[in-house]
């Protein structure tokens, strides 16, 4: 196959771009650029205009539980309590729990009750995660369905003037509460991920680093593969706890084939902003892993052959990390291991270079800097010059790759550049417009980086001879694109290992 009369980014420095690619099997052929192949008779697909890119990762996604959430009550734009009871109410039920999640209510006037939501829920037990996915909101007939203690490590319960809890759990004791009573069963993610998969191939997406381990996402997919064949690539994590497991079956990182692999460790620093559980430098915030604790982390998993993706929010969690990793350093860089920091949301000025020093890459999320503005603003007002630092940890030599954090926000690869690009999803300006990334950057950050995180940068990320052919078609060329028009900007057709898996043309 032949694409060809249209724009052709192959993001790779020696050959920008190009005036045809051709396909062979899973593959770019010889001859990007010209009409030179060694197919006998190849088909010629005609772009009409269009623009070719290497096609999207998401770096950082719990897709299982964003796919299962597509069926659940969506929270995220409500502006208060109310108009948060009534889409619980005239939610279409699904099975024996109300479930849902986008809910912050940070700027309500009135907070979210277990009592509140027994007046629309009744006896059908109801859980409502944050935003953030760091909170849960429960009715009183979940919370009579706790099957254990709502205090755990590493968990907040809050709880009312009678020492009665008031609905809200937060960190460790919100999961926890998920795992033992209100847990999906396996077959509900395996059969929301098949659906989830149709809807992020129409946005372009070809790979994504999933963070859903904990929960059996490696088995979900895995049926998936078995039943239908994966349409896009998985780099998956696991629990730094399941580590010994992984010893005792004799697992390395990268196990797996072209389609699902596990590939890192996953560890926690702390909790989130709009928790208010972040580990800040001033004391606040909650610590789920210690410096020491996860210094130990990163050495047993450099024993074994595991890089470590850790979620640090606060600076404080972002300081600690980079502490460990520098401790650990001699034992993980000779290995090659290509170590993460989840988030980097809020970093002390002193900081930043040190991603780079460290080798250590960034895995953040550019959309979050225009949703969250608002609560950084009200809780880091001292802090902001080192929130969302995408441009500075950028021109600091750090490797940037950017993900959704979906369902925390949407599974969307061309709103996240926008938001990288733009700083802002509204009428405001650009907010902190000295950290806006250019439009090659973002592009970059979504395409080339992620491929090195996942020891692919030799096989994807670029449309080069011998590389996956893994290519979005979009309606326009983003990088020829006046910046206030990149909404325009739209996916026409996804390919994965030289199949379509979105759109197939011709196109009209």
């Not at 996604?61 to 109310?82: I, N, Y």
């Not at 170590?339 to 040190?354: F, K, M, N, P, T």
């Not at 030799?458 to 011998?466: D, E, I, N, Q, V």
Request: glycine residues 10%; proline residues 6%.
């Amino acid at each position: 196959m032949i694409l060809e009369n249209g724009v052709i980014r192959t993001l790779d420095p020696s050959l920008p771009t190009a005036r045809a690619v051709a396909i062979a099997g899973a593959h770019v052929a010889g001859g990007v650029g010209t009409h030179e192949t060694a197919l006998p008779s190849p088909d010629v697909v005609d772009l009409g205009g269009r623009c070719v890119l290497p096609g999207f990762t998401d770096s950082h996604v719990h897709f299982p539980t964003w796919s299962l959430g597509q069926r659940d009550v969506r929270l995220e734009d409500v502006s208060g309590l109310d108009e948060a009871l009534d889409r619980v109410r005239t939610h279409p039920r699904h099975g024996s729990w109300i479930r849902g999640y986008g809910w912050r209510s940070a700027e309500w006037v009135e907070q979210p009750t277990a009592a509140a939501l027994d007046t629309v829920t009744g006896d059908v037990p109801a859980l409502l995660f944050s935003k953030d996915y760091h909170s849960a909101w429960l009715n009183s007939a979940a919370l009579a369905r706790a099957n254990g203690p709502l205090e755990v490590e590493g968990g907040v319960v809050e709880r009312d003037a009678g020492g009665e809890p008031t609905g809200i759990l937060r960190e460790e004791s919100a999961w926890q509460f998920r795992m033992r009573a209100a847990m999906p069963s396996e077959d509900e993610f395996v059969e929301a991920t098949r659906d989830g998969l149709r809807v992020v191939a129409a946005r372009g997406v070809v790979s994504i680093h999933d963070k859903d381990g904990w929960l059996g996402a490696p088995r979900i997919f895995q049926r998936v593969h078995e039943r239908d064949g994966l349409t896009l690539r998985v780099w998956g994590s696991v629990p730094y706890e399941r580590l010994p497991e992984l010893e005792s079956l004799g697992l390395r990182s990268g196990i797996g084939d072209d389609y699902l692999r596990i590939g890192y460790l996953k560890a926690f620093m702390d909790g989130t902003l709009g928790s208010q559980t972040a580990w800040m430098l001033d004391g606040s915030g909650v610590a789920i892993t210690s410096g020491e604790q996860l210094a130990e982390v990163i050495r047993e998993g450099a024993r074994l052959g595991w890089p470590v993706g850790v979620h640090a929010i606060g600076d404080r969690a972002n300081r600690e990390a980079l502490d460990a990793f520098e401790s650990t350093r001699a034992l993980w860089e000779p290995l090659g291991l290509r170590q993460r920091i989840e988030h980097a949301q809020c970093l002390a000025s002193e900081d930043v270079g040190r991603f780079a020093t460290l080798g250590v890459a960034c895995s953040v999320q550019f959309s979050h800097a225009p949703s969250d503005r608002d609560l950084a603003e009200r809780f880091w007002p001292e802090r902001v010059d080192g929130a969302y630092a995408f441009r500075s940890l950028w021109d600091s030599g750090a490797l940037v790759a950017n993900g959704s954090d979906a369902p925390v926000e949407e599974l969307d690869p061309l709103a996240g550049i926008r938001a990288g690009v733009l700083r802002t999803i509204d009428e405001r300006p650009a907010w902190r417009a000295q950290q806006c990334l250019t439009v090659e950057q973002a592009v970059r950050a979504t395409c080339v980086n992620p491929a090195w995180l996942s020891r692919d940068e030799r096989r994807r990320g670029k449309l080069l001879p011998g590389y996956l052919a893994d290519l979005v078609v979009l309606t326009r060329d983003p990088f020829d694109c006046p910046t206030d028009e990149l909404e325009t900007v739209e996916v026409v057709a996804t390919m994965v290992g030289g199949r379509w898996t979105h759109n197939p043309p011709p196109w009209d």
